[in-house]
């Protein structure tokens, strides 16, 4: 309108939400994720004991936690999704770099911050299922910026927490976004949230996620810190795997199964012709190239060491169906 001023502040200062998400909240939901998650649970407990205290002891400003509020009222589960990172990314930051209570608040924050750049996302592109064409993907890509612009000016962030969530999507491989960081590039702290992330993405899909992490811990090439996928395969080889919530899992997953095999069939038909285009490539373009092609291989290695590209594709689903063995079947849903 006419004559309004613009505020003297960003909007996040300007705000506080009553009845705001508060340390009981956190310890609630955390406590309700341990019960729930046996492996969430063992891998917390090698770190501490006493696993919510570090979390509930957590100090955060009225504008982070006006924040964060906001922020569990803006999809389904959001709240507990970031506790659960929050809880792994404190366990696997006392497994890479004990003692520190600093860079445990630091991880803590991190962890329940990582997707607050989320809010600022037209929610139709968030919804799971939604078919996202590159105009839309610009705006997932950027949820990392605009928390890492958010928690670096707020009230109660800093400059360490937002360095950690600006990373949280980044991948050791140079795969990863916004920025595409590589190896000593990708700050350990970001690393740590980044695998706090994918874990708790698989704890929260409530298919069979022992089995998942431990076969994603063995194929996944070169994404993740050696050291934290060590940890998650050792701690999905203890207690019991959880009853698998999909009915007709190979039926339910077979178009992926017969997608992956035929694109990585075209893959290796076409690689040769793309050697050729990396060669006479641009630099940028050549970069982008030699990324893609790294991780198509490595993808595609992993694959062979499975044993699935031993038939094609069409006779591979016939003698695993035939098979009618749930145990084969979810390993191969696992691997796909």
């Known amino acids: 309108m006419a004559g309004d001023k613009p505020l003297p502040k960003p909007l996040e200062d300007c705000v506080t939400v009553s009845d705001a998400v508060s340390a009981d909240d956190l310890g609630r939901a955390a406590e309700a994720l341990l019960d729930r998650h ?25 504008a982070m936690q006006s924040l964060l509020t906001l922020f569990a009222e803006h999809q389904p589960n959001r709240l507990e999704h970031a506790v659960g990172v929050a809880l792994l990314a404190q366990a696997f930051g006392r497994l890479l770099q004990p003692g520190g209570a600093d860079r445990q608040h630091v991880l803590g924050l991190a962890g ?11 929610p139709t592109y968030l919804r799971k299922g939604t078919p996202l064409d590159a ?22 962030g800093d400059a360490a927490i937002a360095d950690a969530v600006l990373h949280h999507h980044e991948r050791l491989d140079g795969f990863g976004y916004p920025h595409g960081k590589r190896g000593a590039q990708f700050p350990l702290s970001g690393q740590i949230v980044a695998t706090s ?3 708790m993405g698989l704890l929260d899909s409530g298919l069979a996620p022992r089995i998942r992490a431990s076969v994603a811990s063995r194929l996944i090439p070169g994404e993740f810190n050696r050291q934290l996928l060590d940890a998650v395969a050792q701690a999905s080889m203890t207690g019991a795997e959880e009853a698998p919530s999909m ?8 178009p992926s199964i017969l997608r992956i095999a035929g694109t990585l069939g075209r893959f290796r038909e076409v690689h040769p012709w793309i050697d050729e285009q990396v060669r006479t490539a641009s630099p940028g373009l050549k970069l982008v190239l030699e990324l893609s092609v790294g991780r198509l291989s490595r993808i595609q290695t992993a694959f062979s060491s499975t044993g699935l590209d031993a038939l094609a594709p069409q006779v591979l689903m016939s003698t695993l169906q035939s098979m009618n063995d749930k145990k084969v079947h979810l390993e191969v849903v696992t691997v796909a």
């Open 38 to 62: 046996s492996m969430l649970r063992e891998l917390c407990s090698q770190a501490r004991p006493d696993t919510t205290a570090g979390l509930t002891s957590l100090h955060m400003s009225p």
């Open 197 to 199: 992330e994918w874990l």
């Open 112 to 122: 329940l911050f990582h997707d607050i750049g989320e809010l600022y996302i037209d």
């Open 247 to 254: 009915e007709s899992l190979l039926e339910n997953w077979a």
């Open 135 to 156: 105009a839309m993907w610009k705006h997932i890509v950027i949820h990392p910026l605009v928390a890492d612009r958010v928690l670096r000016h707020v009230a109660g």
